[in-house]
């Protein structure tokens, strides 16, 4: 009778904290009257910088791939990745100064 008891105490207990709990999760979602405001959309100059970083995390990633098959073969094929991740490194910080100097040209206006 006494284990019954606790039992049925313990899920209680248990249902009680459950329900605090959700009590204060959904205690932290806010609710704004206010209209949402959308980013606006991305320059030209935005947006080819994160086509060149999309471009180098490609080729990092296609060579960190090649690296793990450790195949003696591989040689030239991991030259060849060297070449195309110093190409798009290359033109993500072309990229990247483009971007500066219009923000820059931005600013003084």
Do not use: C, H, W
Request: charged content about 30%; glycine content about 4%.
């Amino acid at each position: 009778m006494f284990a019954r008891k606790l039992e049925l105490v313990g899920r209680v207990s248990l249902q009680q904290s459950q329900s605090r709990s959700r009590i204060r999760q959904a205690g932290t979602f806010f609710v704004s009257t206010k209209p949402e405001r959308t980013p606006p959309p991305l320059s030209n100059a935005e947006q080819e910088t994160e086509a060149a970083a999309e471009r180098l995390n490609t080729q990092i990633e296609a060579a960190l791939a090649s690296v793990a098959t450790r195949n003696p073969d591989d040689a030239g094929e991991l030259e060849a990745y060297a070449d195309r991740i110093e190409r798009s490194a290359r033109d993500l910080s072309v990229a990247l100064r483009e971007l500066a100097r219009r923000r820059r040209n931005t600013g003084d206006e």
